[in-house]
């Protein structure tokens, strides 16, 4: 049943049956108005320089770059979502999930659109994922979160609580040693890491997100056999974690390269 489609989600969407989805986890373009690029770069050689720690100065040059289009006006950004969420709604089963990842750009509209779609009352979590890694601003506080909102198809859902991945405890002497080795749940502020640029995780795909995410919702809000669909797949790290636990996947991207990356990740 697994399978990857380099199309354009909406027609995709609009061929499958209705309640035929278990989970959606969904990391769309963010509606910043600009295209994307990620460079790889080589340092040792090269014309370019790269500043170090103390001021040093290394060469590098470019040996690879990726992009994505993110640059449709605004209001024609939040039509281009509104009709692949309303179908992704319609597919989804009745106890169904749908997790929208996205950032400070449009999160506050998109969730009231979805408050219209799902119903207010089927909101369930905004989850905060915050990395702190890159730049800092220096005439503002830092932007280093996106936001995730989860909403239900009806009035029951998936939640595994069991296998979600535990935490330490900030202050795990007043808890106790037994509670401290088990670690606690996760709130809905996740701290994680992004995929750091030196690991064997990494593709090179601008919009990658970590496999430990995927993974935490994948395992809450899916069970083994489900079909979990990702209709922005990108570098095909939710359909990676979803083969991992035992589940079906569908990913889906209008980007080449994209299905290129995911296709050898999955095997």
């Known amino acids: 049943m697994s399978r990857i489609e380099c199309a354009d989600n909406l027609e995709v969407l609009r061929n499958l049956p209705d309640g035929s989805v278990d989970l959606i986890y969904t990391d769309p373009p963010f509606g910043t108005g ?23 100065e290394y060469p590098f040059e470019v040996v690879g770059s990726m992009e994505y289009r993110d640059d449709l006006p605004f209001e024609q950004y939040l039509g281009f979502i509104e009709a692949r969420l309303r179908e992704m709604h319609r597919v989804l089963k009745p106890e169904g999930s749908l997790y929208l990842h996205l950032d400070h750009h449009a999160v506050h509209y998109v969730r009231v ?9 089927r909101f369930l979590n905004e989850i905060i994922w915050a990395y702190d890694y ?6 503002r506080w830092p932007r280093k979160h996106d936001s995730i909102l989860w909403y239900a198809k009806g009035d029951r859902w998936t939640f595994n609580r069991d296998e979600i991945d535990r935490i330490p405890y900030m202050a795990p002497g ?9 670690g606690k749940l996760p709130t809905d502020v996740w701290w994680m890491t992004i995929v750091p640029t030196n690991s064997a995780e990494r593709t090179g795909y601008p919009t990658q997100k970590p496999l430990s995410l995927a993974s935490r919702i994948i ?8 079909l979990v669909a990702d209709f922005f797949c990108g570098s095909g790290t939710v ?29």
Do not use: W
């Open 239 to 267: 359909g990676l974690a979803a083969q991992e636990l035992g589940r079906e996947y569908l990913l889906v991207d209008i980007n080449p390269e994209a299905i290129e990356i995911a296709t050898r990740r999955l095997g």
């Open 113 to 121: 659109m979805l408050d219209v779609i799902f119903g207010a009352d």
């Open 134 to 139: 890159g730049g800092r601003h220096r005439d």
């Open 174 to 182: 007043l808890v106790g040693p037994e509670k401290a080795a088990r």
């Open 34 to 56: 600009k295209r994307q690029r990620l460079d790889t770069i080589r340092t040792g050689t090269g014309d370019g320089v790269r500043l170090g720690f103390g001021g040093r």
């Open 219 to 226: 395992a809450a809000s899916s069970n083994t056999g489900d």
